[in-house]
């Protein structure tokens, strides 16, 4: 059926008024435009990072957030000037070029495109931005780049993974902030049954409270939970910047640890649960 349906095919009039004139001066202009494009969307990834860490704090997601805006401003303005250049865009040519260019893109490149058409729904529905802290599939940190075909996590350990925005099509996503500053941070702390509940309970809201990172403006919270091998006691704050998450966490846990060995409160005694008998 593909002879018969090449051999049908009879060579195209409209193809000689589809592709303009190749030339060399053509050719240098458009290699000219791409190298000005990338050079245009490195300076606003640096601008935007240097702008970000020396304006107020609240100011700071904002910043990072219309990165993207930026790099695809830049990218529809140069796919378009590249495309007028070597192209006649009547109608017809358009119709035609959008047709051929939808099924063979869809063949070659069916993930890389799915990867670029959820970016761009990503733009809109936004269920992460640059700044946010977000955990998909086993990786969790905080999204510093915002590309074509994916996204860029630096992760606690220092690593930058890059993940592809057509996750968003099947995989779950945590987002810790949703594009606010702060980001809740769950400390656990672990006891015998015979501890005394109230006086934990107490030293872990003076924990928080005197550290230098909480944000005071927000709830901070202590929940208790029963297990057969202790008492577990779950201390919930904010930061004031979520950026701050771990070294705020290792804070709390060195200032409650002192107040607890200075009381002597019995730790859970995991032996006993292991072995029963």
Known sequence: MANVFLADIEPSEELPQLLT???????????VIIIIAYACMSMIQAVTNWLSERVPRRFRL????SL??????????????????????????????????????????????????????????????????????????EVVGYGLRGIRLQTPDDNTVTIPHNKTWTNAISNANSGQLEA??????????????????????????????????????????????????????????????????????CRAKQAFKRQGFPYPKLWRAAFPD
Do not use: C
């Not at 004139?21 to 290699?31: M, N, P």
């Not at 904002?62 to 957030?65: G, V």
């Open 68 to 141: 993207p805006f930026w790099k695809g401003l830049i990218l529809i303005v140069t796919i378009s000037y590249l495309l007028n250049l070597f192209l006649n865009l009547s109608e017809t040519n358009l119709l035609a070029l959008t047709g051929t260019m939808a099924v063979a893109l869809g063949f070659a490149f069916k993930d890389y495109i799915s990867s670029i058409i959820a970016g761009i729904v990503a733009l809109f529905e936004t269920p992460y931005q640059v700044g946010d802290r977000i955990q998909i599939d086993d990786h969790y940190g």
């Open 184 to 253: 809740q941070v769950a400390t656990d702390f672990y006891f015998d049954h015979h501890v005394d509940g109230d006086k934990v309970v107490q030293i872990l809201y003076q924990a928080a409270y005197s550290s230098k990172y909480t944000q005071l403006k927000l709830p901070i919270v202590v929940v208790m939970k029963e297990h057969p091998w202790g008492t577990q006691f779950k201390l919930r704050s904010y930061p004031m910047d979520a950026r701050d998450e771990f070294v705020y966490q290792t804070d709390l846990i």
């Open 21 to 31: 004139e190749l030339t060399l001066q053509k050719v240098v202009r458009a290699i």
């Open 62 to 65: 904002l910043i990072k957030q």
